[in-house]
């Protein structure tokens, strides 16, 4: 049973994500999670199935799901109750509000680095670090992504220890 990894296009119509960077956004994270999986003693197994989805999926509180939307303008988190956006960067933002957490990536600030901005929110999503927690690392923990690159050790680190953690998905961004 592996570990899953949703990702949601709720770009405008017209300016969705193309197909071919899809699949090579979801190889990227698909490559990473599993080697953070395989530093654990995940009773889920130790492989990342990452899937883009245009609906609602069956998640369970410890996976993961990160919305692509066109731009801050087109929020899903907006739309959250109780919902904390002081984090919000130029590239995306995660919150929480004590019951369900939800991140978000912006399209318009550019397709170069969608991976690594996925992985980003993601570590917000699953550690709940604030932007001056998490952006003091190294690497993809950084605030600006400079380059194309993968996540660094410490990057990987963090997140094994984090990445089973329950951390229920708001899954009504579906809905926006």
């Not at 395989?38 to 369970?60: E, L, Y």
């Not at 919000?88 to 690594?116: H, K, M, P």
Request: a positive charge.
């Amino acid at each position: 049973m592996p570990y899953n990894v949703y990702l949601a296009d709720r770009g405008l119509p017209g300016s969705q994500i193309p197909a071919d960077l899809r699949q090579a956004v979801a190889s990227d994270l698909r490559s990473w999670f599993t080697e953070i999986l395989q530093m654990t003693n995940s009773p889920v197994g130790n492989t990342a199935a990452v899937t883009w989805v245009d609906n609602r999926p069956q998640i369970q509180p410890y996976e993961l799901l990160i919305f692509f939307v066109q731009s801050q303008s087109y929020s899903v988190l907006q739309h959250m109750p109780r919902i904390n956006v002081r984090n919000r960067t130029r590239s995306g933002l995660t919150g929480w509000n004590g019951a369900f957490t939800c991140s978000e990536v912006y399209i318009d600030f550019g397709t170069r680095f969608l991976s690594q901005m996925a992985f980003h929110e993601a570590m917000h999503n699953k550690t709940h670090f604030d932007n001056q927690r998490l952006h003091s690392g190294d690497g993809l923990a950084r605030e600006s992504l400079q380059s194309p690159g993968a996540p660094s050790a410490n990057n990987k680190t963090l997140m094994s220890q984090h990445i089973l953690s329950n951390k229920p998905q708001w899954l009504d961004g579906f809905r926006y």
